[in-house]
């Protein structure tokens, strides 16, 4: 269920936005402190 949550939430942004909020999550929260329903996961090396 997880996955099928962060592919939807993958597609709901254009694929350069998606990887600049990724990455500002990366920074300013990194150990996922700050969650909503649909959480942006910091950018990882896979990412």
Same mark, same amino acid.
């Given at each position: 269920?997880?996955?099928?949550?962060?592919?939807?939430? #993958? %597609?709901?942004?254009a694929?350069?936005?998606? #990887? #600049?909020?990724?990455?500002?999550? %990366?920074? !300013?929260?990194? !150990?996922?402190?700050?969650?909503?329903? !649909?959480a942006?996961p910091?950018?990882?090396?896979?990412?």
């Amino acid at each position: 269920m997880a996955q099928v949550v962060r592919q939807g939430v #993958r %597609a709901a942004f254009a694929p350069g936005d998606y #990887r #600049r909020l990724t990455g500002l999550k %990366a920074r !300013h929260d990194p !150990h996922v402190l700050f969650q909503c329903n !649909h959480a942006i996961p910091p950018l990882t090396d896979q990412g």
